[in-house]
């Protein structure tokens, strides 16, 4: 059950250029997406979000766009930095029965960026 | 700035045995959820947790798991019977209300082995 599809299990850039990692996603229901950083042996840290309602949300070298009718979204780095090195997940949620609104994730993108 | 915390950070266990894997959410933060990641695959959500009751569960949450909020500021998963399968990394995140209310917050996770 692939609701959130992160096709990409690696991606590698030079330090200065712009990183972009892709989700796609199936289910109709989501209307909230959430991009996290994880390094090894830590959890999840949250980067960005966007609700359904919005297209583009920016946050400082971050954007993230969304484009409901393709069911897809990206996350932009600019200027990619060696430091943004990590396993990068696109996540969402919707509103379920009770207001649960458990995340659903993808199975991440390992960016490098090369110095 | 405020995190959440768990321990241990590695709990080895002989299959059968039970496990209590513990969690410190944020202190304002209302909602809780417990997800594993084993190695290889995709973050999963197991449970979620709201006004001293299970609000949401997966498939993979049966009978052998349990939650429970024993205070104020503790959040437990155990395992009553551990498998050689439940293997992985268990994390645990909360999130509160208002505008920030669809963002999950994650700890650093438990590794949990079951020899």
């Known amino acids: 059950d692939q609701q959130v599809k992160q096709n990409s299990p690696s991606l590698s850039v030079q330090e200065g250029r712009i990183s972009i990692l892709n989700c796609d996603y199936t289910n109709s229901m989501f209307d909230y997406f959430l991009w996290y950083k994880k390094y090894p042996a830590e959890g999840p840290t949250f980067l960005i979000s966007i609700s359904s309602i919005k297209d583009k949300n920016e946050d400082g070298r971050f954007t993230v766009f969304l484009n409901k009718s393709a069911k897809h979204l990206s996350l932009h780095i600019v200027p990619s930095q060696p430091g943004d090195s990590a396993v990068y997940f696109c996540a969402a949620s919707g509103r379920h029965q009770g207001g649960s609104e458990k995340l659903v994730f993808g199975k991440g993108t390992k960016l490098t960026v090369n110095p | 700035e405020p995190e959440v915390t768990q321990t241990p950070s590695h709990q080895v266990t002989q299959m059968g045995q039970e496990v209590i894997l513990r969690c410190v959410p944020i202190s304002n933060h209302l909602y809780f959820y417990w997800y594993r990641q084993i190695l290889g695959q995709k973050v999963e959500f197991l449970v979620s947790?709201?006004?001293?009751?299970?609000?949401?569960k997966s498939e993979i949450f049966d009978d052998q798991f349990s939650v429970e909020r024993p205070d104020g500021s503790n959040f437990t998963l155990k395992i009553r019977s551990t498998k050689l399968e439940d293997s992985a990394m268990y994390f645990c995140a909360s999130r509160g209300d208002g505008n920030l209310k669809n963002i999950q917050y994650f700890g650093a996770g438990t590794r949990l082995s079951v020899l």
């Open positions: 947790f709201y006004n001293n009751e299970i609000s949401e």
